[in-house]
């Protein structure tokens, strides 16, 4: 399954009470796929998967496959073997089309160890593997030569490099061929990581302004520099939402009318202060409008 365009990496609405929020998964989902998105990877970083069971992870992936029209690529990665491929069978039952395996964290792998982990994961899962490089969330770090070294297995479709190293995509690129998805995770390397030959990007901040996500996707072969402009605009969107973690992220996608529900604890929702402060800045930049240019 070869995935391209740009999609959201899709938050995880909770009720007041911190359940999931079902109802309001779907409509994010129709209200973000209304708004041009390529594709929807629940489960991940921005959709809190690391708070969520293995039962509530599976159960989001089966509404967000129901309520959308476009490719999931569910979020399966655990620490451990087991949970993955427990969640990656999951997510094939759901009907998802692949799924994104985070490196195994909390403890220190070396890239022999990554390596092996993921050709395990492959060959257990019942969809296409895509990895996952989140430095920033994990300390570990998929080098290049053993992206290369992965993307000649059968069961690896992909990966969402999330360095924020362009150096890094390009090398990630040079070490694969184009039947390899390669997929920016960083807002501020959308334009640079396109023409660099990414294949798309998964972006938390899609959540919050998917046309302009869109619009870059669509204009940057034609016309880089109105690209590279509005990947500037993206990358301040998201400066300022993330600067507030998740909480930032789903306050400012009410106030744009999403239904992305409030964060689980331990997240906080923001406070008054935070919200005047956060609102200012994304006024500024006009992230809050209903269209975007």
Known sequence: MHISGVGPALVTPFDTAGAVDHDRLRRLVEWVEARGVDFFVPCGSTGEAE???????ASVVETVVDAASVPVLAGAGHPGLRETLQSARAAGEAGADAVLVVTPFYYSHDQEQLATYYREV??????????????????????????????????????KDSSGSL??????????DETFALLAGSADLLA???????DG???????????LAVAIRECHGDDPDRAR????????SHAAVFEFGVSGLKWA?????????YPRSPHRRLD????????????DIGALETGES
């Open 167 to 176: 150096g890094a995509l390009t090398r990630h690129r040079r070490r694969t």
């Open 229 to 236: 402009r509005l990947t500037a605009d993206l990358g301040e």
């Open 253 to 261: 996608m009410r106030e744009r009318g999403a239904p992305a529900g």
């Open 122 to 159: 492959a060959e257990g899962s019942p969809l296409p593997v895509y990895l996952y490089s989140v430095p920033k969330y994990t300390g570990v770090r998929l080098d290049p030569d053993t992206v290369g070294e992965l993307a000649t297995e059968s069961g690896i479709a992909g990966l």
């Open 201 to 211: 990007g998964i972006l938390g901040i899609s959540n919050l302004r998917p046309e």
């Open 192 to 198: 640079s990581g396109l023409a660099a030959g990414a």
């Open 51 to 57: 708070l969520l069971t293995v039962d509530e992870r």
């Open 272 to 283: 008054s202060q935070t919200r005047r402060r956060l609102r200012q800045r994304l006024e």
